[in-house]
């Protein structure tokens, strides 16, 4: 089985939505990237730090899961990271009223020997100096870098995310970021710019529109976002849909561009499932049906004949 290793903040979120709103619940980056992937036959392995009032009921749902959390560190007396926000009514925008880094402040990720020479390495969206170490904290280099990021970094770090941008092989940012990061507005000069730092491919996101898959050889795969009848969260969906993406392309153990694309599906199967709860509530519960269910609907919904 291919290893897929995952460095991302685990915390508690409060959100409000049109469809209602929850007190403290279980967030951060990793815990949907590693749900996410542990549909498509990998056993994640997850990097990351909390405090001592982080349940331990959680950690144990995680490992029920096949989610692999000896890398996670508990801070004895410290205090999860803490995040709180408020969606407006179409949920394509929200206000962040709360953040408290907490232990996340102090985060220095270690690797257990264990977790050493995975096959993927997925970077949650997390300061580009530690992706950066926990790369070169490896004993050799993963056969794919995938890594996260968003305008906070562009705005407050750019050299640092430059460096960090050019040690991995495939980038995913939502269109706003595209076209800082490139400083272009068309998405496909975007995408030409941004790859030539390096990279393998590109996941340009764009919400409920979908997403673009570039690579460094010129082709692109779109893949449309599914409609939902009923959307309660959206908070968690691009960590989903990252974990997707990284837990079929680790299963498969290919890295090209068919693989790539099918992956993108993947990740919107799962980006579609997280949506439908608040929190990490419904990719605790899915069944193997249920994603092969939606996979044939994503195939319906692009198939056609001319």
Sequence with gaps: ???????????????????????????????YIALAASYFGTKPQVISVIGEDFPKEFIEQLNNKGVQTDGVQRIKGGKTMFWSG???????????????????GDFK??????????????L??????????????????????????????????????DKTIRMVDVLTINDEEARQLSGEYALVKAAKKILALGLRFLIIKKGDNGALLFDKEGQTFF????????????????????GGFCGYIAQKGKYDFETA????????????????????????TLTESEVNQRVAQFEKLTKFTF
Excluded: H
């Design 223 to 242: 893949a449309p976002a599914l409609p939902l009848e009923n959307v309660a969260d959206p908070t968690g969906a691009g960590d989903s849909f990252a």
């Design 124 to 161: 949650g969206n997390i300061t580009p100096t530690i992706q950066r170490q926990l790369i070169e904290n490896l004993d050799t280099r993963p056969k794919l870098i995938v890594m996260d990021t968003m305008n906070y970094w562009m705005d407050s770090m750019p050299e640092e995310l």
């Design 261 to 284: 694309k099918a992956a993108i599906i993947a990740g919107s199967v799962m980006g579609s499932y997280c949506c439908e709860k608040f929190g990490t509530e419904k990719l605790l």
């Design 109 to 122: 990720p270690e690797v257990p020997p264990q977790f050493q020479n995975p096959d993927v390495l997925m």
């Design 1 to 31: 089985m291919n290893k897929l290793l995952i460095v991302g903040s685990l915390a508690f979120d409060a959100i409000e939505t049109p469809a209602g709103k929850t007190d403290k619940i279980i967030g951060g980056a990793s815990p």
């Design 86 to 104: 408020v969606y407006n009514k179409d949920m394509n925008q929200r206000t962040t009223l709360v953040t408290e880094l907490n232990v996340f």
